[in-house]
């Protein structure tokens, strides 16, 4: 397991001495004095704390606490503490009698904040249950990278929680992330911009992923007036992993190959490569150097395990253009090292998957333009290579967009977890049926749970080996 974010070995009865706690939390609540010893009863209301290394805690707990404790890890984003996905999810859990907490992670690093949101998180447990009391369970949850956040926990967290649910989680990695966006980004400059030397790695400053990511945005935009700049746009977006289901549209036709093609170039419209290219800067930031390659990457050999190969097959042919050419013109021109250190320090903080010590159900919407749904699939294959395949579930709600759930959906995933915390079972509570059961009996917002398998993650690299820098 990742030395720096395995907690230190936990009690098997009560909770550890305050005055070890205070030598790694330190708490301003002014609902409680600071010496308080270990409260009898729950402390209720809104609770606030400093950690050691600076991020901050908050914690709500309802008058009437059931006795379950929520920690929940927020996505890439400012370190800001949140103890819920969403405000609407947060006003339920807490009518429902859940005492729910969250930590910013260090505030003072990356965004991708993943060197010390797992320890800051298992922190927060002890910081907040030092002030309200022991649990009877502690569950986690995580979104976006949160979920991969999440994810360590579920790996790491035995003793600590009792069960983990993610919601849209980055759960196949820091490296894999990098990797699949640099064969769309790559794909997009040589093809699109061929005389142009365009800055793919190594991010010197959000203003040059900034600059990066409008080259490439405009280079789609004028592709997209031509048939043969639509299918290389298609291209890009199948190495991408980028749904053919955009928001506020009709789901296209299973061959309508230029209807996909439309709807992925809405997410290009919409500045996801802004996002991709501040996030690249920021995963650098924080593993210290770049941690993707596509030396040695077959291109031909990468659209074979793409789910679009179909439609990007289809839209060449129409093109009049030559498929074969091109990926071979992508193959020949792939230099891209990685740095060795900052591979090493992503597998190290920003990866999970090496097992599980405590059941963790997993949802995801199945056309997700930032944390492609796919993700899902590579996971669960590390999860099963662990041995521990039986303690995950997965299940998937039809809709387009990034964690875009419902409330209901959202609790209803909840009651299903704890079932299995309860029982040390999964029966069928995790099934799309009855998720669906359970998320419309809740009568909140509706849901759309459905039986789907997601594809392969379009990635091409297996992990073990990288093209280092020399």
């Known amino acids: 397991m990742p030395a720096d974010t395995r907690p230190r070995p936990r009690r098997t ?26 409260p009898d009863a729950a402390v209720t209301g809104h609770l606030t704390g400093t950690l050691a290394d600076g991020a901050t805690w908050i914690a ?54 993943l060197n010390s949101a797992a320890r800051d998180q298992f922190a927060t447990i002890d ?8 649990p009877s369970r502690t569950l986690a949850m995580g979104t976006s990278m949160g979920g991969l956040v999440n994810a360590q926990l579920a790996r790491d967290g035995g003793g600590i929680i009792d069960g983990a649910l993610g919601t849209c989680g980055l759960v196949a990695g820091a490296t894999d992330l990098d990797n699949y966006q640099l064969d769309a980004e790559y794909t997009i400059a040589r093809l699109l911009l061929p005389e142009q030397d365009v800055k793919l790695v190594r991010f010197g400053t959000p203003a040059e992923a900034a600059a990066t990511a409008d080259l490439l945005t405009k280079a789609v935009t004028a592709a997209q007036a031509t048939p043969q700049g639509r299918a290389r746009v298609a291209l890009a977006a199948a190495f991408l992993n980028l749904p053919a289901w955009a928001p506020g ?30 996030g690249r800067y920021a995963i650098e930031q924080s593993v210290g150097g770049n941690n993707s390659w596509n030396r040695g990457v077959d291109y031909a050999r990468l659209l074979d395990g793409s789910a679009h190969a179909p439609q990007v097959r289809a839209l060449y042919r129409a093109a009049g253009l030559d498929l074969r050419a091109d990926l071979r013109t992508l193959t020949k021109g792939a230099t891209v090292t990685a740095d060795p250190a900052a591979v090493r320090t992503a597998q190290r903080t920003s990866s999970a998957g090496q097992g599980l010590e405590v059941p963790l159900l997993d949802i995801h919407t199945t056309a997700d333009n930032l944390v492609p749904v796919e993700q899902e699939t590579r996971f669960a294959a590390r999860v099963r290579a662990s041995g521990d395949g039986a303690l995950l579930r997965q299940a998937y709600v039809e809709r387009q967009g990034h964690c875009a759930f419902t409330t209901a959906e959202t609790v209803a995933a909840l009651h299903a977890l704890e079932h299995r915390v309860d029982t040390g079972r999964w029966d069928d509570v995790a099934t799309p049926a009855a998720l669906q059961r359970s998320a419309t009996a809740l009568g909140l917002d509706g849901a759309a749970y459905i039986p789907y398998r997601p594809a392969p993650l379009t990635v091409g690299r297996d992990g073990s080996a990288h093209p280092t820098r020399h």
């Open 13 to 38: 009865g009560s909770r550890i001495a305050l005055a070890v706690l205070a030598t790694l939390t330190s708490v301003a609540l002014t609902t409680l004095p600071s010496s308080a010893a270990q």
């Open 249 to 278: 549209k009709d789901r296209p036709a299973p061959t309508d190959w230029e209807g996909q093609q439309e709807q992925q170039y809405t997410w290009f419209a919409q500045g996801i490569l802004s996002f991709v290219e501040f």
């Open 127 to 134: 910081a907040v249950t030092a002030k309200i009391g022991e």
């Open 60 to 113: 709500d707990v309802p008058d009437d606490w059931n006795g379950t404790l929520v920690v929940f890890s927020h996505g890439f984003g400012p370190t800001v503490a949140m103890n819920a996905p969403t405000e609407a999810v947060r006003v339920e859990l807490l009518a429902q009698g859940y005492a729910l907490a969250g930590s910013s992670y260090d505030p003072n690093g990356s965004m991708w904040a």
